[in-house]
Nanobody, 115 residues
């Protein structure tokens, strides 16, 4: 069974940085792609960034230039470096992983940007 475990969320002031991590437990699954979603209170879950096994990355317009996604294929891990954080980045961030015919969610980690 695939289990994605996230870490790195927390409280940060506007303009600050956080780094989120997500790793799959157990066997190496060789995911086709991995990514991060977020969901703010009262809002739909939205895709923030994704990255393929070939390291092709894509970002939502709202985070482009501030967030950087990366992955370690050997460990089925994905990371999200978040810089210049804004209060509107406050949300629960979820790790997502895809392989042929299946997709998986992490449990979510809270990111709060506030002074």
């Amino acid at each position: 069974q695939v289990q994605l475990v996230e870490s790195g969320g927390g409280l940060v002031q506007p303009g600050g940085s956080l780094r989120l991590s997500c790793a799959a437990s157990g066997t190496i699954f060789n995911f086709n792609a991995m990514g991060w979603y977020r969901q703010a209170p009262g809002s739909q879950r939205e895709l923030v960034a994704s990255i393929t096994s070939g390291s092709n990355a894509a970002y939502s317009d709202s985070v482009k230039g501030r967030f950087t996604i990366s992955r370690d294929n050997g460990k089925d891990a994905v990371f999200l470096q978040m810089n210049s954080l804004k209060p509107e980045d406050t949300a629960v961030y979820y790790c997502r992983a895809w392989r042929t015919g299946s997709a998986y969610w992490g449990q979510g980690t809270q990111v709060t940007v506030s002074s």
